[in-house]
């Protein structure tokens, strides 16, 4: 398995908290990625990292906010959390080496806004 | 815009079939296409990477091809299994920084 570490696993929170979660990676990747799976929705990119302090919105941004300060970390922060935030959130990564692309998944934070 | 499905949604079998799982793509510049397997509550597990230039990948029981011309892939199971249960994903790099699109899955169920 690829070394990816998401924590906490669970959390449930208040509405209108602030929540951060954590991805560890002992691959040393350059590309990181925070997606959340949510029934009828699928797999959604919300925010991905190219490089230490290099990072971008993907599709579902809005409310979101990430934060690389080094190659093995990468934090997702919801700055005042809503019930629409309630998911399944999984941090990936993958190398930027075109012949070898193949990206993996930590477990998976359960995230419940109440 | 890249988008990923996949037929059919759900799946029930009986252990020892040959099964097809179907994912089609609409835009054919892709350089690869991975597939995953997704147990409940668990995370997702790469299971093949096909690269545009091959057309198809084995792994054990698995052998994953790809058509790019025609927007297609396929993974194919040999002798299913109780423990093949699972959902099955298939994931297209769009947009540059291997940024994955997601199917929506086939909920396979194996039983005895």
């Known amino acids: 398995d690829a070394g990816i570490t998401q924590s906490p696993r669970h959390k449930v929170t208040e509405t209108g908290t602030p929540v951060t979660l954590r991805c560890h990676q002992t691959e040393n990747h350059r590309y990181m990625y925070w997606y959340r799976q949510d029934p009828g929705h699928g797999l959604r990119l919300i925010h991905y990292?190219?490089?230490?302090?290099?990072?971008d919105k993907g599709e579902v941004s809005d409310g979101y906010s990430v934060s690389r300060s080094k190659t093995e970390d990468f934090l997702l922060t919801l700055e005042s959390a809503t019930s629409s935030q309630t998911s399944v959130y999984f941090c990936?990564?993958?190398?930027?080496?075109?012949?070898?692309?193949?990206?993996?998944f930590g477990q998976g934070t359960r995230l419940t806004v109440v | 815009k890249q988008e990923v499905t996949q037929i059919p949604a759900a799946l029930s079998v009986p252990e020892g079939e040959n099964l097809v799982l179907n994912c089609s793509f609409t835009?054919?510049?892709?350089?690869?296409l991975q597939w995953f397997r997704q147990d409940p509550g668990k995370g997702l597990t790469s299971l093949l990477l096909i690269q545009s230039s091959q057309r198809e990948q084995t792994s054990g029981r698995l052998n994953a091809s790809l058509d790019k011309s025609s927007g297609r892939s396929t993974l194919y199971i040999a002798a299913s299994q109780p423990g093949d249960s699972a959902t099955y994903l298939c994931a297209v790099p769009s947009g540059g920084y291997n940024k994955l699109i997601f199917g929506a899955g086939t909920r396979l169920a194996v039983h005895p």
């Open positions: 990936a990564i993958s190398s930027e080496d075109r012949g070898n692309t193949e990206a993996f």
């Open positions: 990292s190219y490089g230490v302090k290099d990072t």
């Open positions: 835009d054919s510049a892709i350089y690869n």
